[in-house]
């Protein structure tokens, strides 16, 4: 089942918010994930059911890093506001920097997440499950 996280500055979350409505069927049946208050908005408007982390500054973006750490991620949308300091900019940038190193598609922004979710729904995200089925164990470490 392919794991979805969600990410949102505050001048983006009506963004994300309209974005997941259009796309409501597509992610309907993955395993969902967002930082606090961008999953709120999202259950709010949709059906979905979504596990939600702490807000963002206060160590959201760091529990989804954790995750992408040990590739257990499989497609992160995250709408940043590129025009705003963020308080919370280190945590941001290793999120980043973790999904190049684990080779997680990232989306920044509208434009991307929509090329991607197109490809999600087409099943162009299948090698994601080669990823899962060769990971290694602990004894292969």
């Known amino acids: 089942m392919m794991k979805v996280a969600f990410i949102a500055h505050d001048r983006k979350k009506d963004e994300m918010v309209n974005f997941v409505i259009a796309y409501e069927s597509v992610f309907d049946g993955m395993k969902l994930y967002s930082t ?4 709120l908005r999202i259950m709010e408007h949709t059906k979905l059911n979504i596990h939600r982390f702490m807000s963002g500054p206060l160590g959201g973006d760091q529990q989804i ?6 590739n257990e991620m499989d497609l992160i949308i995250f709408l940043r506001d590129p025009l705003m300091a963020q308080p919370h900019e280190p945590d941001i940038n290793a999120l980043l920097r973790l999904c190049d190193v684990q080779g ?6 509208i434009a991307t997440a929509e090329i991607l979710v197109k490809a999600l729904d087409r099943g162009d995200f299948a090698w994601r499950e080669l990823v899962h089925k060769y990971k290694p164990t602990s004894d292969d470490l």
């Not at 890093?65 to 040990?70: N, T």
């Open 104 to 109: 997680i598609p990232l989306a920044t922004n």
């Open 65 to 70: 890093g954790a995750m992408v750490a040990q």
């Open 36 to 39: 606090g208050t961008t999953g």
